[in-house]
């Protein structure tokens, strides 16, 4: 028969294993904080490669020959506003605004995306 510490200390570890495992996950999402978040830039070119995947989508946009990654919003919040996955079709022209990343000069947070007449407020 196991005494009642010993299943407490098992449940402790277990426990802690649990949080550790979720602080990785939560670690592995990015924050907001890493973007220049005081001066708003618009982009507008040709999406090259498209992303409608968790935890955020994301284009890759042709702006003069310039690459820029474009990290939109997740998924079921762009479609429960409009925006489906078959808008952000390779060689579609899209603006975009929002704020550059402070260490990596060609990735852009977007808060809202214009493709044709269409604009999506994503955050």
């Known amino acids: 028969m ?6 407490t ?3 402790a570890v277990i426990v802690i294993v649990a949080g ?3 602080a990785v996950r ?4 990015h924050g907001w904080t890493g973007y220049e978040g005081s001066r708003e830039t618009t982009l507008t070119g040709t999406i090259k490669v498209s992303s409608y ?6 284009v890759d946009l042709d702006v003069n020959g310039k690459v820029w990654k474009v990290i939109l919003a997740p998924p079921t919040r762009m479609q429960s506003r409009g925006l489906q996955r078959e808008a952000l079709k390779i060689g579609t022209r899209a603006t975009v605004l929002g704020y550059v990343h402070k260490d990596v000069p060609t ?8 493709i044709a007449d269409q604009t999506t407020e994503l955050r």
């Open 2 to 7: 196991r005494s009642s510490s010993g299943i």
């Open 9 to 11: 200390s098992a449940l």
């Open 20 to 22: 550790i495992g979720g």
């Open 26 to 29: 939560l670690g592995a999402h």
């Open 53 to 58: 995947e968790n935890p955020h989508a994301s």
């Open 107 to 114: 990735e852009l947070r977007a808060e809202r995306i214009t």
